[in-house]
């Protein structure tokens, strides 16, 4: 069965990196699509950022762009998400996300448990 | 990109319908049929309930609807069970091809 695993969340200082992984397993990275979602303490979900199957197409939230790097290795099955220059209002649960398609409107159908980075002095 | 507008909270009693509005631009909402409905009980994983604005993937209850007008996008939820409280979103596709969320609605169930 499909099951993503996010991990590499933790608590860091502000200003410094850190870089998350979500591992997928029952089905095959490299024909879909992936996104990350967060969810700061309290507030509501928030998008991140999308990588199209074979990584050609990246875009990203404004809040993020220029700072946070989504990237992907088809050949380990595991989705990554690169975060630098670490703000304190970047506290949050991160999510991945399997597109349904290699690049698509559809999808969310399944989701990993989430990874919390909080950055704080 | 701002978020789009859903009201913070929506309650309704067993078997009642219930609808849930999301409210975007003519810019996101209002240009693509791409806007999608989660599910989100705190703790868990998000649950993907509608996509494309009125797709239901497979396993989601019937119970379950969507649509849109304008630049407003609706979740409608019938026959309103216990199981049913928690918190919806909803998500549209943007000119920039990213992802905008609303921020939130917790549905009550009286």
């Known amino acids: 069965q499909v099951q993503l695993v996010e991990s590499g969340g933790g608590v860091v200082q502000p200003g410094t990196s850190l870089r998350l992984s979500c591992a997928a397993s029952g089905f095959s990275l490299s024909s879909y699509g992936m996104h990350w979602v967060r969810q700061a303490p309290g507030k509501g979900l928030e998008w991140v950022a999308v990588?199209?199957?074979?990584?050609?197409?990246?875009y990203y939230a404004d809040s993020v762009k220029g700072r946070f790097t989504i990237s992907r290795d088809n050949s380990k099955n595991t989705l990554y998400l690169q975060l630098n220059s670490l703000r304190t209002e970047d506290t949050a649960v991160y999510y991945c996300?399997?597109?349904?398609?290699?690049?698509?409107?559809?999808?969310?159908?399944?989701w990993g448990q989430g990874t919390l980075v909080t950055v704080s002095s | 990109q701002s978020a789009l507008t859903q009201p913070a909270s929506v309650s309704g009693s067993p078997g009642q319908s219930i609808t849930i509005s999301c409210t975007g631009t003519?810019?996101?909402?209002?240009?693509?049929?791409?806007v999608s409905w989660f599910q989100h009980h705190p703790g868990k994983a998000p649950k993907l309930m509608i996509y494309?604005?009125?797709n239901r993937p497979s396993g989601v209850s019937s119970r379950f609807s969507g649509s849109k007008s304008g630049n407003t996008a609706s979740l409608t939820i019938s026959g309103l069970q216990a199981e049913d409280e928690t918190d919806y979103y909803c998500?549209?596709?943007?000119?920039?091809?990213?992802?905008?969320f609303g921020g939130g609605t917790k549905v009550t169930v009286l």
């Open positions: 996300a399997k597109d349904n398609q290699g690049y698509s409107t559809n999808w969310g159908t399944y």
């Open positions: 998500s549209s596709f943007t000119p920039s091809s990213t992802w905008v």
């Open positions: 494309d604005v009125s």
């Open positions: 003519s810019s996101d909402v209002g240009s693509y049929n791409y």
């Open positions: 990588i199209s199957y074979d990584g050609s197409n990246r």
